[in-house]
């Protein structure tokens, strides 16, 4: 009797460690703020047209019947909407949806990308004021593409940094999630300018790195599988 109650008292006792942790207090906030934001958006319905084209794509990539087919548009959100069309759930919710989880994928990538310079809390504070930023928290669950460009590119400078800094493997994937920043919203390629500079002042770490070979190679690959896919579908 004894012995489970102390295990209940240690289970209690991480569990409260756990919530003390900034990270899980941080996606905590941003799950229940874009719940809040998502009753809204949905009350109030499509913000600007925009949305409806992307909506159109999604029904397109879903092979579902439906309005004309956008095909200059960036290809990202339309994409993931059209995962959710597949499953059943035809809306113009769904948009909203996707574009809220993606900016919960976006909180967390900018905490972990302060957390290489700050602390755990001062990360944690930076997070959240990007996320209570009215330029921010007005385009979360809007259904646009706006901050899906901004979180691609933010795990696309972690893994820079993470990649250079700590595990040279995360390098792998700077070249996809580059194309998918791009790919999300077609400005986001500027990121390329602040990554290629990143790299050009570190470049001594790279050099460092045992398995640089190897790396180069895989983004080679990664490059020649891109342009083929590029080939095959324009």
């Keep these: ?13 991480e569990l409260m460690e756990t919530h003390h942790m900034p990270l899980f207090m941080l996606i ?10 998502l009753t809204i958006q949905i009350r109030i319905g ?12 999604a029904l397109f990539f879903a092979g579902i019947n439906g309005g004309g087919v956008t095909t200059y548009l960036p290809p990202v959100i339309p994409f993931l909407t059209s995962l959710l069309f597949r499953m059943g759930y035809v809306s113009i919710d769904s948009i909203f949806v996707v574009t809220g989880l993606v900016s919960i994928i976006g909180v967390v990538g900018l905490y972990l990308l ?8 001062q990360s944690f504070t930076g997070s959240i004021i990007f996320i209570s930023l009215p330029v921010v928290i007005s385009w979360v669950v809007s259904g646009g593409i706006d901050i899906p460009g901004v979180v691609f590119s933010i795990w696309t400078i972690y893994f ?8 040279s493997r995360f390098l792998y994937f700077v070249l996809p999630l580059f ?40 983004i080679i690959i990664e490059l020649g599988v891109l342009g083929a896919l590029t080939l095959i579908f324009l």
């Excluded at 820079?160 to 595990?167: A, E, S, T, Y």
């Design 1 to 13: 009797m004894d012995d489970a109650k102390k295990q209940v008292k240690t289970v209690f006792r």
């Design 28 to 37: 905590l906030i941003t799950v229940v703020l874009i719940a809040y934001l």
């Design 46 to 57: 499509v913000p600007y047209w925009d949305v409806f084209n992307y909506l159109n794509n």
């Design 114 to 121: 302060l957390k290489e310079r700050f602390n755990a809390i």
């Design 160 to 167: 820079m940094i993470v990649g250079l800094k700590r595990d």
């Design 179 to 218: 194309i998918i920043s791009f790919l999300a919203r077609f400005t986001a390629g500027l990121i390329i300018l602040p990554v290629f500079l990143y790299f050009l002042m570190n470049l001594k770490d790279f050099k460092q790195i045992e398995d640089r070979k190897k790396i180069v190679t895989g």
